[in-house]
């Protein structure tokens, strides 16, 4: 049996032998083929009550095939109620027939045999707090934690499940075990992802499928972070922001209850789950339907590092489409459509997304889209079914490079913060723009249908803008709401306890709202109570991200920083004296 090989180089201390010399591939001892061929690998382990038969040499996912009784039961043995359909479907029924129930029946509070409605905010709590309650004091918890309340006062709740003294993040520290964080529910529309979660919440109790994983790996899921969307059936927060875009300015609590989260417990591998539109646009540009069921897409953004992105190409985003696949569903990239042409778009580079920002963190991320964000509860166990098996092949691909992963992380970190004052800093970069053949379905009679789009992709990024890298940047006293949020999204920020003067370049911009903004060397007085954010940090490309004031998305343009006189790049190492934290 062949294990997959690693892209990290031999001897990550060494950056400059990694950077002058291809990239090597090694065999990495005791891991296995992730959900592709090794019969002695866990694959999703969603059987029906009646056992399999063993698996061959190349298993099919037991995801495709089955689930554990006590959230589902098998299609056989309990009939199912029609699936309520939206009215007056703008195609036929052949294209219903492309997507049927899976062989198996997810049971949660919304998923119930006639139920109209999804679970409730309400409902979720009181299942949550049951799971919780009942591993009080036992070996694996399965601990409920509140991570912020929503704009309307709603709780946005955390489950944290693990085998350890206690469900805090220094806890799950002592494990030496990878914790995955899964969020769910970002936007309130997103319904089969909330489901699937609650779903999984119940098979990572004592007895469930999932609960021997937790001897491996840390699991913390956020099955709903837009409540307030949720109760008015909105994929906007209360104050009409879009949650899936505010992980980097964090102007709603929601957004920032995730980057505490996020901070504190410092997941390994972050996952988003999400729905998408499967009618329209394409419907109207194309005169067809979206065909996939999954969406992928990992984070990329301008200064992700190379071996981050490596890590989710090769451990995240192809095991898990393998895992789609053998489970006989369609798994394509994560895209939009435009509205007013045929332009299909994988999504901005901007660090403003859950998974985007993750990536710039240094911990790989990717999202997990599956079809029906516009289909109500249509399809609904084959959409939740869709989430299951992609978020629980997210678990055994964690498990599987838990090493590998553990070993790039602190490489990385190390490695970032080591770039300082050196070389080069993307400030701003777009997608590549080419020609795509994409396959979607005729309306009318639900066959294939292909049809080609211009495809904009941030697989493959153009810098557009770059500048020297700084050392730090310095922050005025007036800088208090950039200086919260950047130490919310885990950056180290330091006080400036005496005067003293700093090599600097400033920023400045001509008159008139689209100017553009140049920098001048000048020599500025880093005065007491001013701020100074070091580049020598393993968040230092989070701090770039938000500091550098040319993208519409930095917290100058944004007005959290008040003036580009607030504002400075230093450009030598300085002998600062700082605050005791």
């Given at each position: ?15 400059s ?112 707090q ?33 085998k ?31 489901e ?12 469930g ?7 491996q ?29 505010d ?110 920002m ?46 590998d ?43 294939d249908?292909?049809v ?10 153009r ?6 890298r ?74 770039a991200?938000?500091?550098?004031p040319?993208?519409?998305y ?10 580009l ?17």
């Amino acid at each position: 049996m062949t294990t997959p090989s690693t892209f990290a180089p031999s001897s990550l201390q060494d950056r400059s032998e990694a950077r002058s010399a291809p990239l090597r591939w090694l065999s990495v001892l005791g891991a296995a083929t992730v959900l592709a061929g090794c019969a002695s690998t866990p694959l999703p382990v969603w059987q029906p009550s009646r056992p399999a038969p063993a698996p061959a040499r190349t298993p099919a996912p037991e995801a495709a095939s089955g689930a554990p009784s006590s959230i589902l039961s098998t299609a056989q043995t309990t009939p199912i109620a029609p699936t309520p359909t939206l009215e007056a479907l703008p195609y036929a029924g052949e294209v219903a027939l492309r997507f049927p129930d899976p062989a198996v029946r997810y049971q949660t509070p919304g998923l119930e045999n006639g139920r109209r409605s999804f679970t409730t905010n309400e409902e979720l709590s009181t299942l949550l707090q049951t799971l919780s309650t009942k591993t009080l004091g036992q070996p694996v918890r399965l601990g409920l934690i509140t991570i912020g309340t929503s704009q309307q006062g709603r709780p946005i709740h955390a489950l944290v499940a693990a085998k350890a003294n206690a469900i805090n993040p220094e806890a799950l520290d002592e494990t030496r075990r990878p914790t995955v964080l899964i969020v769910a529910g970002q936007q309130g529309t997103d319904f089969a992802p909330t489901e699937a979660l609650l779903a999984m919440s119940q098979e990572l109790d004592a007895g469930g499928r999932l609960h021997p994983l937790l001897a491996q790996v840390n699991v913390v899921l956020v099955p709903r972070a837009n409540p307030d969307g949720f109760e008015t059936g909105s994929a906007a927060t209360a104050d009409g922001t879009l949650l899936t875009q505010d992980h980097l300015l964090l102007q709603t609590p929601e957004a920032r209850a995730l980057a505490k989260l996020v901070r504190d417990y410092r997941p390994t591998v972050v996952v988003n789950a999400e729905e998408f539109s499967a009618i329209h646009p394409t419907l109207e540009q194309f005169d067809a339907l979206r065909a996939d069921d999954a969406g992928l897409q990992y984070g990329l953004s301008p200064n992700v590092h190379e071996f981050v992105a490596k890590a989710e190409r090769e451990w995240l985003h192809r095991p898990i489409t393998d895992s789609l696949t053998q489970a006989g569903q369609r798994v394509d990239w994560a895209y939009t459509a435009s509205p007013t042409d045929k332009v299909l778009s994988t999504g901005s580079p901007a660090p403003t997304s859950l998974f985007n920002m993750a990536a710039l963190k240094n911990l790989p991320s990717l999202t997990v889209q599956s079809r029906g964000a516009d289909l109500q509860r249509l399809h609904i166990q084959r959409r939740v079914h869709t989430q299951v098996t992609a978020l629980t092949a997210a678990l055994h691909d964690t498990i599987a490079r838990a090493d590998d992963l553990a070993k790039v992380q602190s490489f990385v970190t190390r490695d970032v913060a080591s770039q300082a004052c050196k070389g080069q800093l993307t400030v701003a970069a777009q997608a590549q723009q080419t020609q795509r053949d994409v396959v979607m379905l005729d309306p009318l009679t639900g066959a294939d249908k292909t049809v080609r789009a211009v495809w904009r992709s941030s697989q493959e990024l153009r810098p557009t803008l770059q500048r020297p890298r700084p050392c730090g940047y310095w922050l005025s006293p007036q800088s208090d709401r950039a200086v919260e949020r950047l130490r919310l999204l885990g950056v180290q920020v330091q006080r400036v306890a005496e005067q003293a003067p700093v090599l600097s370049d400033g920023y400045a911009a001509a008159p008139g709202a689209d100017a553009k903004i140049s920098v001048v060397r000048n020599a500025i007085d880093a005065v007491p109570g001013s701020y100074f954010i070091s580049m020598n940090q393993p968040l230092a490309n989070v701090a770039a991200a938000a500091l550098e004031p040319d993208t519409p998305y930095s917290y100058v343009k944004q007005g959290i920083i008040p003036t580009l006189g607030d504002l400075a790049r230093v450009m030598a190492p300085t002998t600062l004296v700082f605050e005791e934290d």
